[in-house]
């Protein structure tokens, strides 16, 4: 089981997705507003994020788990609010995002995480009432991630918000249903280094990730254009 995906981004023209490095873009929004505004006009109320994206929410300063006062079993998963309506899911692999509240701006925040990660960790992500899944032993498995959130949660739709490394982990993995892009009059002109919408981890694959069709098209202001597409599978030869 799973929800239907959508991967929702602001892009400058050759596709990047660090909008500090723009400045002020055309139109009467900043880059972060354009985002939320057209993020919420889909009504979908739980986002997805990697690691990276979602240590932007958590604890201003990182600090070490109290010590755990018995052993956490892996096979259980923590629900803290399973009737929350909105939910904020990032995943950590590591152990290392640290939350002080269950909260973020009003949505629930749900950890996708590992065997790997210590007892103290999920102890406190327990006292946080910070809802965790197991989703792999070492690494997070995205398809085991997304059922698990679909029997939790009830989950029908989802946000995927993410870098673009998660973004291209995702769509490698073929679990983008729908991708909106909203592109901003800009030319970025950054390298490799600069992260894009899709940018899948491991070494370039032979085929393209994925072939799309076209939902619909609006011009917004300044020149802004946001792209719906449907993924329609893989490309074929």
């Known amino acids: 089981m799973k929800p239907y995906v959508i991967c929702h981004m602001v892009t400058s ?13 055309p139109g009467p929004k900043s880059s972060g507003s354009l985002f939320e505004t057209t993020a919420a006009s889909f009504g979908v109320g739980a986002w997805l994020v990697g690691t990276t994206t979602m240590n ?3 604890a201003p300063r990182p600090f070490k788990p109290k010590p755990a006062k018995q052993r956490v079993d892996r096979g259980e998963d923590f629900i803290a609010e399973p ?14 995002l640290r939350f002080r509240h269950n909260d973020i701006s ?12 210590d007892d103290d960790y999920l102890s406190h992500l327990r006292d946080a009432r910070v809802s965790y899944l197991f989703c792999g032993k070492r690494e997070v498995d995205l398809k085991v991630a997304l059922d698990k959130l679909t029997r939790a949660f009830k989950l029908k739709k989802l946000m995927l918000e ?17 991708i909106s892009q909203i592109i901003v009059p800009i030319v970025d002109g950054g390298g490799p280094g600069v992260t894009g919408i899709f940018d899948a981890p491991g070494e370039t694959p032979k085929r393209a990730a994925a072939r799309l069709t076209l939902k619909s098209h609006k011009r917004l202001a300044g020149g802004v254009n946001w792209f ?8 074929t030869k």
Do not use: Q
């Open 13 to 25: 023209i050759d596709g990047k997705v660090l909008s500090d490095r723009w400045g002020m873009i």
């Open 56 to 58: 932007e929410f958590d």
């Open 83 to 96: 009737k929350a309506k909105t939910l904020g899911i990032g995943v950590d692999a590591k152990g290392i």
């Open 106 to 117: 009003g949505d629930h925040a749900v950890v996708l995480v590992t065997d790997r990660v």
């Open 162 to 178: 993410g870098g673009g490394k998660f973004n291209g982990a995702m769509l490698a993995a073929g679990l983008v249903d729908e």
């Open 228 to 235: 719906r597409y449907k993924v329609a599978g893989k490309p």
